[in-house]
C-alpha cells in the first residue's frame, strides 16, 4: 500500500479538511505514519481532538471498504486520463498553491498538466455577464499576458472566465497555456454550453479540480474552488465585479494568501463595476489598465522567465500591447473614454465624458475612422475598431 493511497484515506475521514491534513503531515512526515500512531501523539496535533484521533485510528477498520473505493478511481481516472496529484508528490504538486494556508490535498488534472507550466501564472475573473468593454479588456489581458510566457487561470465559468480561457487558446502567439479550476469533477462539464471549450482545454490547455471525478457541481464548491484559483497565481485580475460577486471572493482570498491584486476600472454607474471600483477605492488591489501596470508588481517573482520590461531607456517596458495606436490631443482623449466605458457609445456620451463639445468630438471621430481606431455604428454610436 503506497502512501497515496493512506493519503486518499485520510480524506475520507469526517470532519478532517485540509488544514487539518496537512498538519498531520507535517507532524508524521506520511500518511502512512498517521495511521501508525497512537491517539495521544495524533491529539498532539493542533486542533486534532482525542475523538478525531480516534476516528482517524477506527478508519483503519475501513480499510478493505476504502481499498475497493480506491482502486475504482484509479481505474476511472486511467480511463479518463485523468491525473491525480498528491499533496506530498513534491515534484509535481504546483509549488505556489501548496505555498497557501489551506492546499488541497489531492488534485485531479485533465489535459497538459506539468508543474512547468504553472510556475508563473496571473489570474483572471470576473463577471458571468460582462459588457462587451469587460470581455474586450479580459480577452487582451489574457492574450497579451499569455504571449510573453504567463499562463492564464481561470474558472470555466461563463462570461470573463470563458473570455480569458478563449483568448489564450485562439492566440497563435501564446507561449503558455490556460488552465480552469473546477467546482466541480474535471469529467463533469459545467456550464454544458462550454461542451466544445472542454474539449479544447482538455487538448492545449489545462482542467484542475480537488474534487474526486463525477463530483456535482454544487453552488458551495465554488466559493471553495475560488482560493486554488488565487492560489496558483503571482495575482489575480478582477475584471467587472458587483460587490456580491464571486469574482471578489478570489480577490479575498488572493490578499488572505499575501498574493497581488488587480483591478480594471469601470464606469461609476455601471453596476458590473462596483466591485472593481470599490477594490480600489479601498486600496484593496492596484488599478491596472494593460500589462505593464502588472508586469511592475510580479516581474521579480517570474521564474525561469525573462521579460524585457523597464529597460528601453526611458523607464517604460518594452512590452507592447497589440493595437494601441499612438494617438496625440483630442484623439487620445476620446481614445480613452471608450476604454472608460461599457460598450458602444452615443455622442452625446462621448462629449460629456471627453469634456469636448459635439462639433469637436464628431471631427476628432472622424479622424479616428480615418486611422481605423474607431468605428460608427447606426445611431451616432461609436467604438473601436476590432
Not at 125 to 133: A, C, H, I, M
Not at 224 to 239: A, E, F, M, P
Not at 254 to 269: C, H, I, K, N
Request: glycine residues 6%; charged residues 25%; aromatic residues 6%.
Amino acid at each position: 500500500m503506497n502512501d497515496f493511497q493512506h493519503l486518499y484515506y485520510l480524506t475520507k475521514v469526517d470532519g478532517l479538511g485540509s488544514v487539518r491534513i496537512k498538519r498531520l503531515l507535517d507532524k508524521f512526515s506520511s500518511a502512512e505514519r498517521v495511521f501508525e500512531a497512537t491517539i495521544g501523539e495524533i491529539s498532539q496535533v493542533e486542533n486534532i481532538s482525542e475523538k478525531t484521533a480516534r476516528s482517524i485510528l477506527n478508519t483503519a477498520d475501513n480499510f478493505p471498504e476504502l481499498e475497493n473505493e480506491y482502486t475504482c478511481l484509479l481505474e476511472k481516472a486511467a480511463k479518463l486520463s485523468v491525473n491525480i496529484l498528491a499533496i506530498t508528490d513534491d515534484s509535481e504538486y504546483p509549488e505556489l498553491l501548496k505555498k497557501i494556508y489551506d492546499p488541497p490535498i489531492v488534485l485531479y488534472t485533465k489535459g497538459n498538466y506539468s508543474s512547468e507550466k504553472l510556475e508563473n501564472c496571473i489570474g483572471i475573473v470576473g463577471t458571468r455577464k460582462p459588457t462587451d468593454y469587460g470581455k474586450k479588456i479580459s480577452e487582451m489581458f489574457a492574450e497579451e499576458l499569455s504571449s510573453i510566457g504567463i499562463s492564464i487561470i481561470s474558472g470555466f465559468a461563463r462570461g470573463v472566465d470563458t473570455a480569458a480561457h478563449k483568448a489564450v487558446l485562439s492566440n497563435k502567439n501564446s507561449k503558455a497555456i490556460t488552465a480552469a479550476v473546477f467546482g466541480c469533477g474535471v469529467d463533469v462539464i459545467y456550464p454544458p454550453e462550454n461542451k466544445k471549450l472542454y474539449d479544447e482545454m482538455v487538448q492545449s490547455g489545462l482542467l484542475i479540480s480537488e474534487y474526486e471525478l463525477s463530483a456535482v457541481p454544487d453552488a458551495m464548491n465554488f466559493p471553495k474552488r475560488n482560493r486554488i484559483i488565487s492560489g496558483l497565481s503571482l495575482g489575480t485580475i478582477v475584471i467587472e465585479s458587483d460587490v456580491d460577486g464571486g469574482a471578489l471572493i478570489t480577490a479575498r482570498t488572493a490578499l488572505d494568501q499575501s498574493r497581488e491584486v488587480f483591478a480594471v476600472p469601470g464606469y461609476v454607474t455601471s453596476r458590473s463595476s462596483r466591485g472593481t471600483n470599490a477594490l480600489i477605492k479601498n486600496s484593496q488591489a492596484k488599478l491596472v489598465e494593460n500589462i505593464d501596470d502588472v508586469l511592475e508588481e510580479i516581474a521579480n517573482k517570474l521564474q525561469n522567465l525573462s521579460i524585457s520590461y523597464g529597460t528601453n531607456g526611458n523607464g517604460s517596458s518594452n512590452v507592447k500591447l497589440k493595437n494601441m495606436p499612438e494617438l496625440m490631443g483630442n484623439e487620445k482623449l476620446i481614445y480613452e473614454t471608450f476604454l472608460k466605458d461599457t460598450g458602444p457609445l452615443h455622442i452625446d456620451a462621448i462629449s460629456e465624458i471627453s469634456g469636448l463639445n459635439i462639433s469637436d468630438s464628431l471631427v476628432t471621430l472622424l479622424n479616428l475612422e480615418f486611422k481605423s481606431c474607431v468605428e460608427q455604428l447606426p445611431g451616432k454610436r461609436f467604438r473601436i475598431k476590432n
